[in-house]
């Protein structure tokens, strides 16, 4: 399979990528299950893809957890090595394309007292809904990667 058609069966076709990237196989190997598998539990049980109730949670503490996904993906690339490149070919561009935005914008505006004003507080949460959309697909695609059934939308049934 051609990582066009891989990234076309997500609809994640949004992602600004060079066009030899997509005419490559997309092959992977254990080590990219592995990868994938790690941060595929990461980001199933984090704010990253499970709702944040109008009448709960936190703002700040729900940017530092989406924040976290960055040092986290970087573990889980030097733990699993240079033999995971399929796998470190999507994070890049989900981290650097669609999370590094979110928190760029908000962990400024943090610092600028954004939270204690209820419609930044509503800003925040209705961009944050709009990223979980995006990160809820790539775990899906983890999963896939990962050769595991997906449980993404576990979390919202019960």
């Known amino acids: ?30 080590e990219d299950k ?8 990461e980001l199933l ?9 109008h009448a709960h949670g936190d703002e700040k ?7 976290s996904i960055f040092p ?3 573990d889980v690339m030097k733990r699993n090595g240079r033999h995971c490149i399929e796998f470190t070919k999507i994070a890049v561009l989900i981290l650097n394309q669609k999370v590094r935005p979110f928190t760029a914008k908000w962990h400024r505006l943090a610092s600028e007292e954004a939270f204690s004003d209820q419609e930044k507080c509503a ?4 961009e944050l809904i709009q990223l979980q959309n995006i990160l ?13 059934e ?4 576990l979390g919202d049934i019960i």
């Open 1 to 30: 399979m051609k990582w066009r058609k891989w990234l076309e069966q997500w609809d994640m076709t949004s992602l600004k990528v060079k066009m030899p990237f997509l005419e490559m196989e997309w092959k992977p190997q254990d």
């Open 34 to 41: 592995t990868a994938a598998w790690e941060l595929y539990v």
């Open 45 to 53: 049980t984090r704010i990253t893809t499970q709702s944040l109730d």
């Open 61 to 67: 503490t729900a940017l530092d957890s989406v924040y």
């Open 72 to 74: 986290t993906t970087r």
């Open 123 to 126: 800003e925040f949460r209705q």
């Open 136 to 148: 809820k697909i790539y775990t899906q695609m983890l999963a896939d990667m990962a050769g595991v």
């Open 150 to 153: 997906d449980l993404t939308e």
